[in-house]
């Protein structure tokens, strides 16, 4: 079964970081562009980074660019979001993405005192 499995998050302080994972199975990783989505309480889905199949093209909306970085290892199939300089305003359910259709199940992050 084509699946996505998020990992890495949590509750974390102002300016600290996190790096979240997702794990890929059942399909050939390496063939399509990942992407990591977010939705806060009350707020809709947002796209937050995106990577080309190979990782040779990345974009990141504007909010984080200069924080976050979204690599990907193909050899492992899974895809990572590194992110520094957290704010209270990043948390929320962090969402890994295939192309334009399957999702992850999602995962928690709390930037908080």
């Known amino acids: 079964q084509r699946q996505l499995v998020e990992s890495g998050g949590g509750l974390v302080q102002p300016g600290g970081s996190l790096r979240l994972s997702c794990a890929a199975s059942?399909?050939?990783?390496?063939?399509?562009?990942m992407s990591w989505y977010r939705q806060a309480p009350g707020k809709e889905r947002e796209l937050v980074a995106r990577?080309?199949?190979?990782?040779?093209?990345?974009y990141y909306t504007d909010s984080v660019k200069g924080r976050f970085t979204i690599s990907r290892d193909n050899v492992k199939n899974t895809v990572y979001l590194q992110m520094n300089s957290l704010k209270p305003e990043d948390t929320a359910i962090y969402y890994c993405?295939?192309?334009?259709?399957?999702w992850g199940q999602g995962i928690q992050v709390t930037v908080s005192s």
């Open positions: 990577i080309s199949s190979t990782g040779d093209s990345t």
């Open positions: 993405r295939r192309g334009d259709d399957i």
């Open positions: 059942d399909f050939t990783f390496g063939y399509y562009p």
